[in-house]
Protein backbone atom coordinates (compact mmCIF):
# COMPACT_ATOMS: atom_id res chain seq x y z
CA UNK A 1 0.00 0.00 0.00
CA UNK A 2 1.04 3.47 -0.59
CA UNK A 3 2.33 5.14 2.79
CA UNK A 4 4.49 7.84 4.19
CA UNK A 5 6.01 5.67 6.40
CA UNK A 6 9.49 6.83 5.67
CA UNK A 7 8.82 10.33 5.12
CA UNK A 8 8.37 12.59 8.36
CA UNK A 9 6.79 15.60 8.03
CA UNK A 10 7.03 19.12 8.36
CA UNK A 11 4.90 21.97 8.46
CA UNK A 12 5.13 26.02 8.26
CA UNK A 13 7.29 27.87 9.70
CA UNK A 14 9.65 25.25 10.08
CA UNK A 15 12.87 25.07 7.53
CA UNK A 16 15.52 22.07 6.37
CA UNK A 17 18.36 22.13 7.94
CA UNK A 18 20.91 24.13 5.78
CA UNK A 19 23.73 21.73 4.10
CA UNK A 20 21.88 18.81 4.41
CA UNK A 21 20.53 16.40 1.90
CA UNK A 22 17.45 17.44 -0.70
CA UNK A 23 15.70 16.17 -3.38
CA UNK A 24 13.96 18.77 -5.29
CA UNK A 25 10.65 18.93 -7.08
CA UNK A 26 10.06 21.68 -9.26
CA UNK A 27 6.98 21.64 -10.99
CA UNK A 28 5.83 23.27 -14.31
CA UNK A 29 2.60 24.99 -14.78
CA UNK A 30 1.84 23.24 -10.79
CA UNK A 31 1.29 20.49 -12.72
CA UNK A 32 4.18 18.24 -14.10
CA UNK A 33 7.04 17.18 -12.55
CA UNK A 34 10.98 17.70 -13.90
CA UNK A 35 12.72 14.04 -13.13
CA UNK A 36 16.07 12.77 -13.39
CA UNK A 37 15.19 10.18 -16.47
CA UNK A 38 16.84 6.35 -15.66
CA UNK A 39 17.09 3.28 -17.03
CA UNK A 40 14.35 1.39 -18.56
CA UNK A 41 11.54 3.72 -18.38
CA UNK A 42 12.25 4.61 -14.30
CA UNK A 43 13.01 7.72 -13.10
CA UNK A 44 14.59 9.47 -10.06
CA UNK A 45 14.42 12.53 -8.18
CA UNK A 46 16.41 15.46 -8.50
CA UNK A 47 18.71 15.72 -5.70
CA UNK A 48 21.47 17.63 -4.30
CA UNK A 49 21.78 19.65 -1.08
CA UNK A 50 20.02 21.95 0.98
CA UNK A 51 21.15 25.52 -0.44
CA UNK A 52 19.96 29.24 -2.21
CA UNK A 53 19.83 27.77 -5.70
CA UNK A 54 17.43 25.70 -6.67
CA UNK A 55 17.27 23.53 -9.82
CA UNK A 56 14.84 25.15 -12.63
CA UNK A 57 12.89 27.36 -9.69
CA UNK A 58 11.05 30.32 -11.19
CA UNK A 59 12.08 33.57 -9.96
CA UNK A 60 10.76 34.10 -6.94
CA UNK A 61 9.96 30.62 -5.62
CA UNK A 62 9.34 30.08 -2.12
CA UNK A 63 9.79 26.19 -1.59
CA UNK A 64 7.21 24.21 0.37
CA UNK A 65 9.26 22.43 3.05
CA UNK A 66 7.15 18.85 2.94
CA UNK A 67 9.56 17.17 5.43
CA UNK A 68 12.13 14.47 5.28
CA UNK A 69 11.96 10.87 2.80
CA UNK A 70 14.99 8.70 4.66
CA UNK A 71 16.46 12.00 6.30
CA UNK A 72 16.62 13.96 2.70
CA UNK A 73 14.49 17.11 2.91
CA UNK A 74 12.43 17.10 0.52
CA UNK A 75 11.43 21.05 -1.55
CA UNK A 76 8.55 21.32 -3.81
CA UNK A 77 8.13 24.34 -5.80
CA UNK A 78 7.21 26.37 -8.96
CA UNK A 79 9.55 25.10 -12.17
CA UNK A 80 10.63 27.86 -14.82
CA UNK A 81 9.17 26.50 -17.80
CA UNK A 82 12.12 28.56 -19.79
CA UNK A 83 14.64 27.22 -17.83
CA UNK A 84 13.88 23.98 -18.04
CA UNK A 85 13.68 23.47 -21.70
CA UNK A 86 16.83 25.42 -22.24
CA UNK A 87 18.23 22.78 -20.26
CA UNK A 88 16.57 20.47 -22.94
CA UNK A 89 14.31 19.10 -20.10
CA UNK A 90 11.11 18.80 -19.87
CA UNK A 91 8.62 17.85 -17.00
CA UNK A 92 6.23 14.99 -16.49
CA UNK A 93 2.75 14.88 -15.67
CA UNK A 94 2.72 13.14 -11.85
CA UNK A 95 -0.39 10.25 -12.44
CA UNK A 96 2.49 9.28 -15.35
CA UNK A 97 5.41 8.68 -12.80
CA UNK A 98 3.13 6.02 -11.25
CA UNK A 99 5.33 2.95 -11.79
CA UNK A 100 8.23 4.78 -13.38
CA UNK A 101 9.34 6.35 -9.19
CA UNK A 102 9.79 4.19 -6.68
CA UNK A 103 6.67 4.30 -4.62
CA UNK A 104 7.43 6.55 -1.55
CA UNK A 105 8.89 9.07 -4.03
CA UNK A 106 5.46 8.59 -5.86
CA UNK A 107 3.72 8.86 -2.84
CA UNK A 108 5.86 12.04 -2.01
CA UNK A 109 5.28 13.71 -5.26
CA UNK A 110 1.71 13.12 -4.75
CA UNK A 111 1.31 14.91 -1.51
CA UNK A 112 3.71 17.83 -2.86
CA UNK A 113 1.53 18.13 -6.01
CA UNK A 114 -1.34 18.41 -3.92
CA UNK A 115 0.44 20.78 -1.87
CA UNK A 116 1.21 23.40 -4.54
CA UNK A 117 -1.69 23.34 -6.02
CA UNK A 118 -3.88 24.16 -2.74
CA UNK A 119 -0.77 27.05 -1.96
CA UNK A 120 -2.12 28.52 -5.52
CA UNK A 121 -6.00 28.67 -4.48
CA UNK A 122 -5.47 29.52 -1.27
CA UNK A 123 -4.04 32.69 -1.55
CA UNK A 124 -7.27 34.42 -0.66
CA UNK A 125 -9.85 33.99 2.18
CA UNK A 126 -12.76 32.16 0.36
CA UNK A 127 -15.31 33.78 3.16
CA UNK A 128 -14.07 37.65 2.15
CA UNK A 129 -11.56 37.64 -0.20
CA UNK A 130 -9.03 39.07 2.69
CA UNK A 131 -5.37 37.86 1.95
CA UNK A 132 -4.03 34.66 3.70
CA UNK A 133 -1.00 33.99 5.49
CA UNK A 134 0.03 30.50 6.40
CA UNK A 135 -0.69 29.39 10.17
CA UNK A 136 2.15 27.82 12.05
CA UNK A 137 2.11 24.12 12.47
CA UNK A 138 -0.37 23.33 9.94
CA UNK A 139 -0.97 22.72 6.41
CA UNK A 140 -3.61 26.11 6.60
CA UNK A 141 -4.32 29.26 5.88
CA UNK A 142 -5.65 32.02 7.98
CA UNK A 143 -7.37 35.28 7.10
CA UNK A 144 -5.32 38.42 7.92
CA UNK A 145 -8.86 40.24 7.96
CA UNK A 146 -11.43 37.74 9.30
CA UNK A 147 -9.22 34.90 10.67
CA UNK A 148 -11.61 31.98 9.13
CA UNK A 149 -8.79 29.43 8.69
CA UNK A 150 -8.94 27.44 5.63
CA UNK A 151 -7.34 23.65 5.14
CA UNK A 152 -6.60 21.60 2.06
CA UNK A 153 -9.18 20.04 0.21
CA UNK A 154 -9.43 16.21 0.47
CA UNK A 155 -12.18 14.93 -1.80
CA UNK A 156 -12.93 10.78 -0.52
CA UNK A 157 -14.04 8.75 -3.30
CA UNK A 158 -15.03 4.87 -3.06
CA UNK A 159 -14.00 2.30 -5.49
CA UNK A 160 -15.57 -0.83 -5.39
CA UNK A 161 -14.79 -4.19 -6.23
CA UNK A 162 -19.01 -5.93 -6.80
CA UNK A 163 -18.39 -9.41 -6.75
CA UNK A 164 -21.09 -12.43 -6.88
CA UNK A 165 -20.55 -14.23 -3.81
CA UNK A 166 -18.53 -17.12 -6.06
CA UNK A 167 -16.14 -16.66 -9.11
CA UNK A 168 -17.43 -13.52 -10.56
CA UNK A 169 -16.32 -9.74 -10.86
CA UNK A 170 -18.19 -7.05 -11.72
CA UNK A 171 -16.05 -4.22 -14.01
CA UNK A 172 -17.02 -1.05 -16.11
CA UNK A 173 -15.81 0.25 -18.72
CA UNK A 174 -15.17 3.90 -19.80
CA UNK A 175 -14.67 5.99 -23.45
CA UNK A 176 -10.95 6.73 -23.33
CA UNK A 177 -9.97 3.43 -21.26
CA UNK A 178 -8.74 1.83 -24.18
CA UNK A 179 -9.68 -2.10 -24.06
CA UNK A 180 -8.68 -1.20 -20.07
CA UNK A 181 -11.50 -2.08 -17.86
CA UNK A 182 -11.79 -1.45 -13.79
CA UNK A 183 -13.67 -1.58 -10.87
CA UNK A 184 -16.67 1.06 -9.76
CA UNK A 185 -16.06 4.13 -8.40
CA UNK A 186 -17.90 7.15 -7.03
CA UNK A 187 -17.97 10.23 -4.83
CA UNK A 188 -18.47 10.48 -1.28
CA UNK A 189 -21.24 13.00 -1.22
CA UNK A 190 -21.92 15.52 2.19
CA UNK A 191 -23.28 13.63 4.86
CA UNK A 192 -23.56 10.33 3.45
CA UNK A 193 -21.00 7.64 4.88
CA UNK A 194 -18.67 5.68 2.76
CA UNK A 195 -20.50 2.13 2.94
CA UNK A 196 -23.33 4.40 1.69
CA UNK A 197 -21.73 5.44 -0.78
CA UNK A 198 -20.85 2.34 -2.39
CA UNK A 199 -24.10 1.37 -2.42
CA UNK A 200 -26.24 4.22 -3.73
CA UNK A 201 -23.01 4.38 -6.52
CA UNK A 202 -23.43 0.56 -7.23
CA UNK A 203 -27.38 1.32 -7.69
CA UNK A 204 -26.72 4.20 -9.85
CA UNK A 205 -24.36 3.14 -12.54
CA UNK A 206 -25.75 -0.50 -13.06
CA UNK A 207 -28.90 -0.90 -10.85
CA UNK A 208 -27.53 -3.25 -8.49
CA UNK A 209 -28.27 -3.77 -4.86
CA UNK A 210 -24.85 -4.93 -2.76
CA UNK A 211 -24.77 -6.27 0.65
CA UNK A 212 -21.44 -7.66 2.92
CA UNK A 213 -19.64 -4.37 2.15
CA UNK A 214 -15.78 -4.95 3.36
CA UNK A 215 -13.38 -1.98 3.99
CA UNK A 216 -10.08 -2.94 1.95
CA UNK A 217 -7.35 -0.16 1.79
CA UNK A 218 -7.12 3.63 0.63
CA UNK A 219 -4.81 5.39 -1.58
CA UNK A 220 -4.29 9.16 -2.24
CA UNK A 221 -4.79 10.41 -5.47
CA UNK A 222 -3.69 13.96 -6.34
CA UNK A 223 -5.79 14.67 -9.04
CA UNK A 224 -6.47 17.12 -7.80
CA UNK A 225 -7.39 15.86 -4.57
CA UNK A 226 -8.87 12.83 -3.84
CA UNK A 227 -8.69 9.84 -1.66
CA UNK A 228 -9.36 6.62 -2.58
CA UNK A 229 -11.16 4.36 -0.11
CA UNK A 230 -11.26 0.33 -1.68
CA UNK A 231 -13.81 -1.88 -0.55
CA UNK A 232 -15.38 -5.47 -1.98
CA UNK A 233 -18.91 -5.64 -1.88
CA UNK A 234 -21.66 -9.07 -2.85
CA UNK A 235 -24.55 -7.97 -5.25
CA UNK A 236 -27.59 -9.77 -3.63
CA UNK A 237 -29.04 -11.03 -7.10
CA UNK A 238 -25.84 -11.13 -9.40
CA UNK A 239 -28.17 -12.55 -12.21
CA UNK A 240 -30.14 -9.32 -12.85
CA UNK A 241 -29.76 -7.38 -15.45
CA UNK A 242 -27.45 -4.70 -15.55
CA UNK A 243 -28.66 -1.22 -16.33
CA UNK A 244 -25.59 0.52 -17.28
CA UNK A 245 -25.48 4.76 -16.01
CA UNK A 246 -24.53 5.47 -19.61
CA UNK A 247 -23.64 9.32 -19.06
CA UNK A 248 -20.64 7.43 -16.43
CA UNK A 249 -20.31 4.13 -18.47
CA UNK A 250 -20.30 2.75 -21.92
CA UNK A 251 -19.97 -0.87 -20.69
CA UNK A 252 -20.67 -2.73 -17.34
CA UNK A 253 -20.25 -6.71 -17.47
CA UNK A 254 -19.50 -9.93 -15.13
CA UNK A 255 -16.11 -11.24 -15.85
CA UNK A 256 -14.52 -14.92 -14.56
CA UNK A 257 -11.67 -14.37 -12.02
CA UNK A 258 -9.59 -16.39 -14.92
CA UNK A 259 -11.00 -14.09 -17.60
CA UNK A 260 -9.88 -10.98 -16.85
CA UNK A 261 -9.58 -8.26 -19.37
CA UNK A 262 -6.91 -5.61 -19.18
CA UNK A 263 -7.07 -4.00 -15.78
CA UNK A 264 -5.69 -0.57 -14.26
CA UNK A 265 -2.04 -0.32 -13.61
CA UNK A 266 -0.17 -2.48 -10.30
CA UNK A 267 0.22 0.23 -8.22
CA UNK A 268 -3.31 1.73 -8.47
CA UNK A 269 -5.56 0.70 -5.49
CA UNK A 270 -8.12 -0.59 -8.02
CA UNK A 271 -5.62 -3.33 -9.29
CA UNK A 272 -4.57 -4.25 -5.66
CA UNK A 273 -8.58 -4.91 -4.87
CA UNK A 274 -8.91 -6.87 -7.74
CA UNK A 275 -5.37 -8.86 -6.97
CA UNK A 276 -6.64 -9.55 -3.81
CA UNK A 277 -10.18 -10.46 -4.60
CA UNK A 278 -8.50 -13.04 -7.31
CA UNK A 279 -5.87 -14.71 -5.06
CA UNK A 280 -8.91 -15.32 -2.68
CA UNK A 281 -11.00 -16.82 -5.07
CA UNK A 282 -7.75 -18.83 -6.31
CA UNK A 283 -7.72 -20.29 -2.46
CA UNK A 284 -11.03 -21.33 -2.28
ZN1 LIG B 1 -11.52 36.30 5.51
Given at each position: MNSLERFVRAYPPAAPQAGSAAYYLPFVDGRDLVTVPGEAGSASLLSGVVANALP?????AVPLYLGDLDGVACLAYRADETAVAEADRSGT?????FGVLPEAEYTLVGYALHLINWGEISR??????GATEDTPNAWAKTCTACGYCAYPVVSPAVLMLVH????RLLLSHKAGWGDRWSILAGFVEPGETMEGCVARETQEEVGLRVTDIVYHGSQPWPYPHQLMIGFTARATDPDMRLTVDESELDGAKWFDADALPQLPGKLSLSRQLIDAWVDGVERK
Open positions: FAEAGPVRNLFCPKCGDGGR
